[in-house]
């Protein structure tokens, strides 16, 4: 189940045709995506920064289309050593991101996203759109 990164989400949200087209995609083919806890909480501090209360809705609504993937004790170890492998590199992602990749390697090995940074991690497919 490939996992939906938060710029695949906030713009599908912002009803980017390149994210429509993937998702559609997507539907078409029967496949079931997923997304994160890390990525819920992204949005919704997102919301909360705009002050706009129809965000909440939209962050709401587009969260029910996804089963959300936790962070348990599986992603702990691969978060680790991608977090340190980016780091002594001097190529760090930052903190969530790495976490989202890690749950991502821990399931299917696939994310969707525009965010070429995905790129840095060993085995991570990264689906754009």
Do not use: W
Not at 53 to 81: C, Q
Not at 84 to 101: H, Q, S, T
Not at 104 to 120: P, V, Y
């Amino acid at each position: 189940m490939p996992l939906a990164d938060t710029s695949f989400l906030v713009d599908l949200m912002r009803r980017d045709s390149g994210a429509l087209k993937r998702y559609a995609d997507f539907e078409q083919q029967g496949i079931a995506l997923s997304s994160t806890a890390i990525t819920a909480m992204e949005l919704y501090k997102g919301t909360y920064v705009s002050g706009n209360s129809n965000n909440l809705i939209k962050v709401r609504t587009i969260l029910e289309l996804f089963t959300l993937l936790p962070v348990d004790e599986t992603i702990y170890e691969a978060f680790g050593r991608i977090a340190a492998g980016l780091f002594i590199k001097g190529n760090p992602i930052g903190d969530f991101d790495e976490v989202i990749a890690a749950i991502a390697l821990c399931n299917d090995g696939e994310i969707i996203t525009r965010d070429q940074h995905f790129e840095k991690i060993p085995g991570l497919k990264v689906i754009g759109y």
